[in-house]
């Protein structure tokens, strides 16, 4: 985080990103200065409502975040800035898009958590787009050029106002990440209870062993024996506000209906009492780690991995078949998870797989055959994407294997 002092008195000359949250109500000139080398700023976490015109003199900047701000229309200015490929303006009071707003380079756009009816119908035209987050708005359509976007491969359109199924994204060549719970074409009348319903006070939380979007998961102890649980166990407790993914109400929907399975993290119980919603289930053992890192701003929709990290073809090998099982699991039990990735992926040294995060499924039983087909396909192609990343940290020496000729036979770049 930099601040205003620095910026004003010239110490910040040269940088390529910015950040700066200091309560500003007006969008400070003096990052004008910057121009010649500012490709990221941050101003996310102020109080603005406006920007001026004079921000196209940033010509080199290609991302811009706002999150956590006034505004109540999308900056038209946006559409100026020739080489911006990155808006991001979550959690405002956006109601309004502006035709003009959309830079002509755009790549991912996130407008999540804002109050928006309706987009332009220029939106079909960024034919680069390839992120686009909508969650948690008032959409009750979606644009008719939206087909043209080619190149789109995640959409988040959950806890909106679409009464609907979208056609036109289920028909889009590239979708392969797609969360639309929370909609009313997609809501259901079936209450899942396929775990018990538990007090909070069955339960102490102890130490933090990760969060999300839509929840913190700590570790936990029973405050008396258990004889239908296990000794170990994890909570989630669901922040109860709509996410970049959609609903917590949602998710633990989805992963009731799941069920269980051995690759994937075991539901056991659940809470669900006024101002409180959580989730219990088996504590991952401590040796099992991060697979994956998420997609960074360059790789866009496509996971990262560690420097130097690499997999044997056997054991690439083997977490596919995993990951094939969890898929055919998911879809018989009409749940599109939605954020099929690596960085969702936990792994041990004999290549075992533990698959989570649920926050972006979808329970589709209500669509009709055909849309439910289309939408296991959308997911099929994450699952290619996910091997073809494998892949490209398969060590070298196992290149020219057949399980590596065979298992690239079945990425998506060698059937499209």
């Not at 898929?327 to 989570?356: K, M, P, R, W």
Request: proline share 5%; charged share 20%.
């Amino acid at each position: 985080m930099h601040t205003l002092s620095q910026l004003n008195a010239g110490e910040l000359a040269g940088i390529k990103r910015l950040s700066l949250s200091e309560n500003l109500t007006e969008f400070p000139l003096a990052i004008l200065t910057l121009a010649d080398s500012l490709e990221t700023l941050d101003l996310s976490n102020n109080l603005l409502s406006t920007l001026p015109s004079e921000i196209t003199q940033l010509h080199k900047l290609k991302i811009i975040f706002a999150s956590n701000n006034r505004f109540e229309t999308l900056p038209a200015v946006l559409g100026e800035c020739e080489n911006l490929e990155m808006v991001g303006f979550k959690s405002n009071q956006i109601k309004e898009v502006p035709a003009t707003s959309l830079p002509k380079k755009l790549r991912w756009l996130i407008l999540t958590d804002n109050k928006i009816t309706t987009l332009p119908e220029s939106l079909g035209q960024r034919p680069r787009l390839q992120k686009l987050a909508l969650a948690g708005n008032c959409l009750t359509t979606l644009p008719t050029t939206i087909s043209q976007l080619v190149n789109l491969e995640l959409v988040r359109i959950s806890a909106n106002q679409l009464t609907e199924c979208p056609e036109s994204l289920l028909n889009l060549p590239r979708l392969a990440w797609l969360a639309f719970a929370g909609n009313p074409f997609c809501q259901s009348e079936v209450k899942i209870k396929s775990v018990p319903s538990i007090e909070t006070s069955s339960y102490s939380l102890k130490n933090v062993l990760g969060q999300g979007a839509s929840g913190v998961i700590y570790q936990a102890s029973w405050n008396a024996p258990q004889s239908q649980f296990p000794e170990d166990i994890a909570v989630k407790v669901f922040k109860g506000e709509v996410t970049s993914d959609g609903y917590p109400q949602d998710e633990l929907q989805a992963c009731l209906k799941v069920g269980n399975h051995e690759n994937l993290v075991q539901s056991l119980a659940q809470v669900e009492t006024t101002g409180e919603l959580a989730l219990i289930m088996d504590l991952i053992p401590a040796h099992y780690k991060n697979l994956g890192l998420p997609p960074s701003l360059q790789s866009c929709t496509r996971d990262t991995f560690p420097a130097e990290f690499s997999l044997s073809i056997d054991h690439i090998d083997k977490i596919v078949k995993q990951m094939q099982a969890v898929f055919e699991h998911l879809h018989s039990n009409q749940v599109c998870h939605g954020d099929l990735y690596a960085h969702n992926t936990l792994l041990d040294e004999q290549a075992n797989i533990i698959f989570g995060d649920f926050g972006a499924a979808t329970m589709y039983h209500m669509l009709t055959a055909t849309q439910q087909q289309k939408v296991k396909q959308i997911e099929y192609r994450a699952l290619q994407h996910f091997i073809d990343d494998l892949l490209s940290i398969c060590a070298k020496k196992d290149r020219e294997s057949e399980v590596y000729l065979s298992l690239e036979s079945i990425t998506e770049k060698n059937i499209n």
